[in-house]
């Protein structure tokens, strides 16, 4: 069987049917062009977050919802573009279940930093021109993730760690579930929206709510020492619940029989084929007059031959029009092919 491209849903795709428009892969946007979607997208989930974090006294809505609302409205708007991280440990968990390449994740990762030190860059000269707040810097210590004295209801490390972990586990496995097979971007967007916000409401009294090493790096970076002290474990807790939920999702291969069904519709199809073209040639070798006349032969082949073209043009066009609204109903599934990961089908 011929290799085919693959596009931006992990599956291999026939060539699209007439009047229908090519589907964008991810790898054509250049990993320059990801890289900018996942700074983008950073810097949305990071100036919600914190943002409303510092507002959430006056009544406005609150910091997770927040969070998981502006996820999936940049998993909508830039998730076919890049795969829809905006998170380092979203990134690592695709990087361990297969879907995006190990050398393109450290760009990944330095984007979504960029995009939410830029966000947390923008918040700190808006709190800086509230006279009524003296110390800026005092302000985003309390924004800060942190455990022990540091924790809004004193959590000590072990619970923060434990907790991070888990958490970690769960928003990942839920994009890479979410963001596989044939599912819709919108029901995938929603879902892990709803988690990040239910996850964030859990852990903000244990460490104010973490799951996200970029969110914490921008902070601590405009914070007090004691946030960058911290630091260590909003990175580790992450990436390890990340390698967990990757590994996991890789090694019981969560996806495999949509791409069996395919293979094996594929191989039924080529033998239909064969079969086919066999009979068609014992046909004609029956048919054919021991003595035929060349100007009859050539006026048969004149006529035989745009029906039997349009018939192939039919059932191809036919055949690529149902690839086609397969692959249609999931981009993320692969969101870098470009190497060491899994064939598509199995991030």
Do not use: C
């Amino acid at each position: 069987m011929n290799d085919e491209p693959i596009t931006a849903g992990g599956a291999r795709a026939a060539h699209p049917a007439a009047g229908t428009a090519p589907q964008k892969r991810l790898h054509t946007y250049g990993l320059a062009g990801r890289s900018a979607a996942e700074a983008v997208g950073a810097f949305l989930l990071v100036f919600a977050g914190v943002g409303l974090a510092f507002f959430s006294a006056t009544g406005s809505v609150s910091s997770p919802l927040g969070v998981g609302l502006a996820a999936a409205a940049a998993m909508v708007a830039f998730g076919y573009v890049s795969g829809g991280h905006f998170n380092p440990a979203i990134s690592v968990a695709s990087a361990a279940a297969g879907r995006t390449s190990w050398k393109a994740l450290p760009v990944y990762v330095l984007a979504q930093l960029i995009g939410a030190v830029l966000a947390v860059a923008i918040l700190w000269v808006v709190i800086q021109g509230v006279p009524q707040l003296a110390d800026t810097r005092m302000v985003f210590t309390a924004l800060a993730n942190g455990y022990g004295e540091e924790s809004g209801a004193g959590f000590p490390l072990a619970s923060g760690l434990l907790t991070e972990v888990i958490g970690a586990v769960l928003l990942t496995a839920v994009f890479l579930g979410a963001t596989s097979g044939r599912r819709p971007l919108a029901g995938a967007a929603f879902a892990v929206g709803v988690t990040y916000a239910v996850l964030l409401t859990f852990l903000a009294p244990i460490t104010g709510g973490s799951l996200n090493p970029a969110r914490s790096t921008a902070v601590a970076l405009f914070a007090e020492n004691t946030a960058l002290e911290q630091l260590w474990l909003f990175w580790a807790a992450p990436v390890l619940g990340a390698l967990i939920a990757g590994l996991i999702y890789r090694s019981i291969d969560m996806t495999p029989a949509d791409q069996v069904e395919r293979d094996a519709d594929d191989d039924d199809d080529d033998a239909a084929d064969v079969m086919d073209a066999e009979d068609a040639s014992d046909t004609e070798d029956a048919n054919v007059p021991e003595a035929a006349d060349p100007a009859s032969d050539a006026a048969a082949a004149a006529g035989a031959a745009p029906a039997d073209r349009g018939a192939r043009n039919s059932s191809g066009a036919r055949d690529s029009s149902a690839r086609n609204d397969d692959e249609a109903r999931g981009f993320f599934d692969g969101d870098d092919n470009t190497g060491g990961g899994k064939p598509a089908g199995r991030s």
